[in-house]
Nanobody, 117 residues
């Protein structure tokens, strides 16, 4: 079973930046087709943030477009989420999700991001 580990979360002031990382391993040599970032705020459902496909195309939720940037290495074994101009509404647990060829999906355990003065 694939393993995803997120890191880079923490406490940041409004207007600040953070860079999250997600490292995928144990994929049994099954290629990763896409990697995505999601977040879940207290009392809310998990929501989609961004995705990067193996062809390097990207997609963003409207709520983060222009502030967040997703990137990754060539095989998408490591992906990043650069988050700029953070607001309190960005406070959440951030999760990465790997979509492997064949339809297998795996989630990481999440990393907490808190935006507060």
């Amino acid at each position: 079973q694939a393993r995803l580990v997120e890191s880079g979360g923490g406490l940041v002031q409004p207007g600040g930046s953070l860079r999250l990382s997600c490292v995928a391993s144990r994929t049994n040599n099954i290629p990763i087709a896409a990697m995505g970032w999601y977040r879940q705020a207290p009392g809310k459902e998990r929501e989609y943030i961004a995705r990067i496909n193996i062809n390097r195309s990207t997609d963003y939720a409207d709520s983060v477009k222009g502030r967040f940037t997703i990137s990754g290495d060539r095989a998408l074994n490591t992906v990043y989420l650069q988050m700029d101009n953070l607001t309190a509404q960005d406070t959440a647990v951030y999760y990465c999700k790997a979509g492997l060829v064949g339809g297998y999906n795996y989630w990481g355990q999440g990393t907490q991001v808190t935006v507060s003065s």
